[in-house]
């Protein structure tokens, strides 16, 4: 059984002639909690659907447990579980329904897991989905997702509409769900804050690319922002490479670099700056940086 | 595959009761007409068979229509695609249910024309020849009026889906009518059936859910 449970090869999707994904590749390991970060509308869902086979790739191929996305039999579907953006879930159906229905089509149906699930979120059985809440059906759709004792789980921003209180009912159970041995999870998440807390690998994607593909602590060694001071007014461009981006303000420079090391540090006390600090950053700030428009393009 | 059955007899349900119906309503005008004036060939000869055949053409076409139609609105395929299902599953189901809905339609009626022919026609071969080149014809009319459904359902917009479906399969009575119900037509509407399935199985399996 290969180690990989979701690989990605050089993909390229194009929609009506603009180029949203442009040769993304990425390999999300057996057991891992994988963060998919970008901006709206920058191809987070549209990798989701392809690597689901939702929809076709323009380019390249993709990989679930082994299996071609536009390939993938029953079998390996039943072993993946998937939250979609706007839970479309079938809407005229009852709760109670809904819920036999994906246990008949299912390869295996975990009852205490999902009576557990109930019994946190109170799903009400009686109800049609479409009179449920964003909230509602958001948690109707990750309990049926987890019922299935899914090896990956894609979610797509799984946590849009829920409360504060179900946010974090939610992140418990996924960390429950990836301390059963070999579960794997893909999420994109517009709330960083989640993503810090579970994710053990980021991805970042702007402009159609993959910019980041690394753990957080390597995101947060590898991205640093320093605040140099000088006496006098800056030198007009610091001799660094992996600048991501740079603000000036009278005497003050702020660099966000990637790759920053004493190498660089070296560089920059080559100038004799009065004050040189690293300040630190969150999963937020390195994600602005990442995803600004105006920043210039390295691959961290 | 019962389980996607049944989801789409459940969803379908509407058309089953419509199909039991007019079933029902054939059945019921035959019995009345061989109580109230006899049987005959001349009495039979003015039941209004032809708009009998269109109310099952609409029927039929519409189920394929409304399948595929309602997928595409409720997102039903894009949902049950995440679960143990594959596309080409939803759609053996699917017309599956279709084909259930016609023959639970037709066979009760065919039943009754079997029993009333039985005791209005003299057993000659040739009736019996012709009485089955009949119901093959009306079953693979009724089979293509519902691959037809299928295939215009899952169009963009609404009006070809909600129309186009019934306006193909009403231009076919016409050319039953025209070259009646001999192989010829037998082999054009088998040719209609399966071009139309075909490539309702390759769109549906193939556009982006």
């Known amino acids: 059984m290969s180690d990989i449970a979701i690989e990605v090869r050089d993909l390229v999707k194009y929609y009506g002639g603009r180029c949203v994904l442009d040769g993304v590749s990425l390999q999300v390991r057996r057991g891992c909690i994988y963060g998919l970060l970008g901006r709206n509308g920058i191809g987070k869902t549209t990798l989701i659907r392809i690597l689901l086979g939702q929809e076709p790739a323009s380019r390249g191929r993709t990989f679930v447990l082994g299996t071609e996305s536009m390939q993938l039999d029953a079998r390996t579907r039943g072993r993946i579980g998937y939250v979609a953006e706007g839970h479309h879930l079938l809407q005229h159906y009852r709760v109670g329904h809904l819920v036999r229905l994906c246990r008949r089509l299912s390869c295996q149906w975990n009852q205490p897991f999902f009576d557990k699930l109930n019994e946190t979120f109170r799903l009400p059985m009686e109800r049609r989905v479409r009179e449920l809440s964003t909230g509602m059906r958001a948690q109707l759709n990750l309990a049926l997702a987890m019922a299935i004792d899914p090896e990956v789980l894609i979610l797509d921003d799984p946590t849009l509409g829920l409360d504060t209180v179900a946010r974090w009912q939610f992140l418990a159970l996924a960390i429950d769900v990836i301390q059963r041995d070999g579960r794997t999870i893909l999420f994109s998440s517009h709330i960083l804050s989640d993503v810090e807390r579970i994710a053990d690998r980021i991805g970042i994607l702007a402009g159609g690319k993959l910019v980041v593909d690394c753990s957080l602590e390597e995101l947060k060694r590898r991205i640093c922002k320093v605040q140099i001071i000088f006496a006098e007014s800056p030198p007009d461009d610091l001799p660094l490479t992996g600048i991501i981006r740079q603000q000036r303000s009278g005497t003050e420079v702020i660099i966000t670099v990637a790759n920053w090391d004493a190498a660089k540090r070296a560089v920059v006390e080559a100038f004799r700056p009065q004050h040189v600090a690293e300040i630190p950053m969150t999963l937020e700030d390195l994600f602005i940086e990442c995803t600004n428009p105006v920043r210039m393009p390295t691959a961290v | ?209």
């Not at chain 2, 019921?28 to 099952?56: R, T």
């Open chain 2, 1 to 209: 595959m019962w389980t996607l059955i049944k989801r789409e007899i459940d969803d379908s349900r509407a058309f089953f009761i419509t199909g039991a119906a007019y079933t029902i309503s054939i059945i019921v005008f035959v019995i009345s007409n061989v109580y109230s004036g006899g049987l005959s060939s001349k009495s039979m000869s003015g039941w209004p068979i032809l708009p009998m055949l269109v109310w099952a053409m609409v029927l039929f076409s519409g189920m394929g229509a409304k399948q595929m139609y309602m997928d595409k609105t409720r997102r039903i395929s894009c949902f049950l695609s995440t679960l143990a299902v594959t596309r080409s599953a939803i759609f053996t189901a699917r017309v599956i249910t279709g084909v259930l809905l016609i023959v639970m339609t037709l066979l009760p009626v065919t039943a009754a024309w079997i029993i009333i022919l039985k005791v209005v026609m003299p057993p000659i071969p040739l009736y019996q020849a012709m009485f089955v080149a009949g119901v093959r014809t009306v079953l693979l009319l009724s089979l293509a009026s519902y691959s037809l459904g299928l295939l215009t359902g899952w169009a963009p917009g609404r009006v070809v889906p909600v129309l186009g479906g019934t306006t193909l399969a009403l231009i076919l009575i016409p050319l039953v009518i025209l070259k009646g119900s001999g192989m010829e037509t037998a082999v054009i509407l088998v040719l209609v059936t399966a071009v139309s399935l075909i490539r309702s199985r390759q769109h549906f399996i193939s556009t982006p859910l």
